[in-house]
């Protein structure tokens, strides 16, 4: 059983940066595809980016494209999510999860964080 702690999140005012992280134990980290979404106030949750097995691709939401960064380190079992130039509406719970898909859909993914708290004001 993997378990996912998440960190790194908080209060930044607009066009500012936050780094998550997610560290893993209880499985074998490199062998999953790791991805973060995002869930706001009332809406769904929702796909933000995902990177391959041992770094080989990523993929983005259009909304984070060139201002979030996925990337992981299997030698640390930990997934990391850079945002850059944030906006008020990057505010919401960001979740990491680990699947054997790839895929932008949730509900493939087995394993999840609790979630950490991103807070953007303008």
């Known amino acids: 059983q993997v378990q996912l702690v998440e960190s790194g999140g908080g209060l930044v005012q607009a066009g500012g940066s936050l780094r998550l992280s997610c560290a893993a134990s209880?499985?074998?980290?490199?062998?999953?595809?790791a991805a973060w979404f995002r869930q706001a106030p009332g809406k769904e949750r929702e796909f933000a980016a995902r990177i391959s097995w041992r770094g080989g691709t990523t993929y983005y939401a259009d909304s984070v494209k060139g201002r979030f960064t996925i990337s992981r380190d299997d030698a640390k079992n930990t997934m990391y999510l850079q945002m850059n130039s944030l906006k008020p509406e990057d505010t919401a719970v960001y979740y990491c999860a680990l699947g054997v898909h790839l895929t932008t859909i949730p509900g493939p993914y087995t394993y999840w964080g609790q979630g950490t708290q991103v807070t953007v004001s303008s």
């Open positions: 209880g499985g074998t980290f490199s062998s999953y595809v």
